[in-house]
């Protein structure tokens, strides 16, 4: 699904998961004087991308919710983030003349075009691992008769990959989410052909097609995340839950490539895990009625809203999480245009914006 979608028809379907990092340490140089001296206090700074509504919709990030726009020269939208050191790193995409998408990154403010300007791309997510830079999207030719529709790749600093399979793909191919550990790289997203799309990771390149717990569903991910030797993935899948039921969009997650369905009588996705003291948290969003979402998390399988409730609450949307010690962060928005986060379940709303965040991380210092 285009993520421009969510910018000019109302469409709320948008994840990018990212992580939260710790940097530097306690270093005491106490030379000779006082050895009982207290640490510094640590610094906790909070990073979101997402957009700014001004004139237009423009790419922004925000530290600790005061706004920096990137590239105000055209629309667009940043969809991940990360930091390392001193340097801020954005992805996303700007909207050319021409009205296509292209896929972009921002180190520190300066915009990087990852493909060509005349067709459509888009960068989802975003890894720094030591000197490396990793970005998940995808590049094709929309608007091609004949083209694939679209092609998932990531970029490795800048040098663009096509995962295995995804150009076979029937229709199109998408990467939404992206995990680094040690020396194996994880894309999630989806494979989609004629009959439907399917849930999709490439390790190294090499595509695996995830199930269903029917095999009438289609299913697409919005994150991986790497624990120890568990490989999660999360996103959703479309069927009809029981029988006599109508087909529905259900959050679903899989662990190991075992999927476990959230069956709920209103559609619902999931957008990232974490597993935290033996719990699994399984961020994402539910639609209590047909015209509005609640944005929360299910622990252990148990949904618990953090969005606004009472009587005929605003709509809330998670888009983005991520974990820093024991402290659970969760991006998005409330009403389609309010840019906020929740921090251990409390709201923060980013004063005076209008907006959406897709993308969060915290550095710690």
């Known amino acids: 699904m285009k993520l421009t979608a969510i910018l000019f028809a109302g469409v709320i379907i948008i994840s990018a998961a990212t992580s939260c990092k710790k940097e530097g ?31 237009n919709p423009i790419a922004s990030y925000w530290k600790n919710s005061a706004v920096t726009h990137l590239s105000s020269d055209t629309k667009g939208a940043a969809t991940g983030i990360a930091v390392s050191g001193s340097d801020v790193y954005v992805v996303g995409y700007s909207v050319m003349p021409a009205g296509n998408t292209v896929a972009a990154y921002w180190k520190n403010g300066v915009r990087t075009y990852l493909t060509e300007t005349t067709k459509n791309s888009e960068a989802s997510a975003i890894v720094v691992s030591g000197s490396d830079v990793y970005i998940a999207g995808y590049t094709g030719d929309i608007t091609g008769p004949t083209s694939k529709q679209a092609v998932a790749v990531y970029w490795k600093n800048g040098v663009q990959i096509t995962l295995g399979d995804a150009a076979s793909a029937t229709i199109s191919s998408f990467a939404r989410a992206i995990a680094v550990q040690g020396s194996d790289v994880y894309v999630a997203g989806n494979v989609t052909g004629p009959t439907g799309f399917a849930a999709t990771y490439w390790k190294n390149g090499t595509a695996v097609t995830l199930s269903g717990s029917k095999p009438e569903y289609s299913s697409q991910l919005f994150g991986i995340s790497i624990y120890g030797n568990d490989i999660y993935a999360t996103g959703q899948v479309y069927g009809t839950l029981t029988a006599g039921d109508i087909p529905r969009f259900a959050a679903t997650y899989w662990k190991n490539g075992v999927p476990v369905t959230f069956a709920t009588t209103t559609a619902t996705e999931a957008i990232g895990t974490v597993v935290q003291n033996n719990d699994v948290y399984i961020i994402g969003t539910l639609n209590p009625t047909s015209n509005t979402t609640l944005a929360g998390y299910w622990k252990n399988g148990a949904f618990t809203g953090i969005g606004p409730s009472g009587s005929n609450p605003p709509s809330s949307l998670a888009t983005s999480f991520c974990l820093s010690g024991s402290d659970i962060y969760v991006g998005g928005n409330i009403g389609g245009f309010t840019p906020c986060y929740w921090k251990n379940g409390a709201l923060v709303q980013i004063p005076g914006s209008s907006g959406s965040i897709f993308a969060i991380t915290v550095v710690t210092k």
């Open 25 to 55: 340490g306690n270093n005491n140089n106490n030379n000779g004087g006082d050895h009982h001296t207290n640490p510094p206090t640590p610094v906790t700074d909070v990073y979101a991308a997402g957009f700014e509504n001004t004139s």
